[in-house]
Nanobody, 122 residues
Framework: QVQLVESGGGLVQAGGSLRLSCAAS????????MGWFRQAPGKEREFVAT????????YYADSVKGRLTISRDNAKNTVYLQMNSLKPEDTAVYYC???????????????WGQGTQVTVSS
């Protein structure tokens, strides 16, 4: 079992920045692929970004490329999402996810955090 706890959400103006963190516990963190997903009001949950087990390989949704950066610190059992140049359409609940196999846009990861709200005002 893997437990995931997100933090770092909040209210920010358009053009601003936030950094989300997701702390993992329960199993060997470096054995898991990690990802971020988001769900806006009235919409389905969508893939945002994923990172490989060593942190070398990353992949992003087209809508966030160049603005959001995923990273991980295996010594701290934590994955991050640095969010720059935020837009009102980035407003959503952001979820951290973990899976022993590759996470991609069509994935259904085995483990999820509770989510953290990000609100971008115009």
């Amino acid at each position: 079992q893997v437990q995931l706890v997100e933090s770092g959400g909040g209210l920010v103006q358009a053009g601003g920045s936030l950094r989300l963190s997701c702390a993992a516990s329960g199993r060997t963190f470096s054995n898991y692929f990690m990802g971020w997903f988001r769900q806006a009001p009235g919409k389905e949950r969508e893939f945002v970004a994923t990172i490989g087990r060593s942190g070398t390989n990353t992949y992003y949704a087209d809508s966030v490329k160049g603005r959001l950066t995923i990273s991980r610190d295996n010594a701290k059992n934590t994955v991050y999402l640095q969010m720059n140049s935020l837009k009102p359409e980035d407003t959503a609940v952001y979820y951290c996810a973990a899976d022993p196999v590759l996470i991609c846009s069509g994935s259904h990861p085995a483990y999820w955090g509770q989510g953290t709200q990000v609100t971008v005002s115009s």
